[in-house]
T-cell receptor, first 114, second 112 residues
Framework: DTAVSQTPKYLVTQMGNDKSIKCEQN?????MYWYKQDSKKFLKIMFS???????INETVPNRFSPKSPDKAHLNLHINSLELGDSAVYFC?????????????FGPGTRLTVT | KQEVTQIPAALSVPEGENLVLNCSFT??????LQWFRQDPGKGLTSLLL?????REQTSGRLNASLDKSSGRSTLYIAASQPGDSATYLC???????????FGSGTRLQVQP
């Protein structure tokens, strides 16, 4: 009965590789997000999608490309990985109701680039 | 651009104490403010959400208040327990993009 799930939970890879992180939510929410938590534990928005449409695209290198095949999934693909990409990546979702845009977070994916 | 600050960065209290965590934000045009809990190596658990039109929200031993005009929110934890030990994050949602801007968190340790 997991609400927001991410795979993999841990990802260790070398510089220059391309990797993907998958996110799925079974809450029926319309909006999904990707956040990055750096080594200092600071969380920052990267992207958001509403019904498969890109809404927010922060100042993120274009090596990062989100893809939303349907409104329950938002995947993050990263090309040419760099050391500075090492972080924990969190997926989140929220309903699009007037009353609330409460965000629900996944467990995170710890990416380590060596 | 919204900036969210949390004070203190770390707090250690004996079990049973009541405590207050502080959060301030620079842009008062927020849609809501959320408080989260993060345990080491884990994801975020939503604790309380206060809409911009509300003054406070309560859940069990937790009470969060919001003063938009002064750009402040507080999280009050009553009768703290060792199980409350975690990092507490506040996040303000902007009215346009519906994205959260997070503070850097307060790391709480409750001593048994």
């Amino acid at each position: 009965d997991t609400a927001v799930s991410q795979t993999p939970k841990y990802l260790v890879t070398q510089m220059g590789n391309d990797k993907s992180i998958k996110c799925e939510q079974n809450l029926g929410h319309d909006t999904m997000y990707w956040y990055k938590q750096d080594s200092k534990k600071f969380l920052k928005i990267m992207f958001s999608y509403n019904n498969k449409e890109l809404i927010i695209n922060e100042t993120v290198p274009n090596r990062f490309s989100p893809k939303s095949p349907d409104k329950a999934h938002l995947n993050l693909h990263i090309n040419s990985l760099e050391l500075g990409d090492s972080a924990v990546y969190f997926c989140a979702s929220s309903p699009q109701t007037v009353k609330s845009y409460e965000q629900y977070f996944g467990p995170g994916t710890r990416l380590t680039v060596t | 651009k919204q900036e969210v600050t949390q004070i203190p960065a770390a707090l250690s209290v004996p079990e049973g104490e009541n405590l207050v965590l502080n959060c301030s934000f620079t842009d008062s045009a927020i849609y809501n403010l959320q408080w989260f809990r993060q345990d080491p190596g884990k994801g975020l658990t939503s604790l309380l959400l206060i809409q911009s039109s509300q003054r406070e929200q309560t859940s069990g031993r937790l009470n969060a208040s919001l003063d938009k005009s002064s750009g402040r929110s507080t999280l009050y934890i009553a009768a703290s327990q060792p199980g409350d030990s975690a990092t507490y994050l506040c996040a303000a949602m902007d009215t346009g993009r519906r994205a959260l801007t997070f503070g850097s968190g307060t790391r709480l340790q409750v001593q048994p």
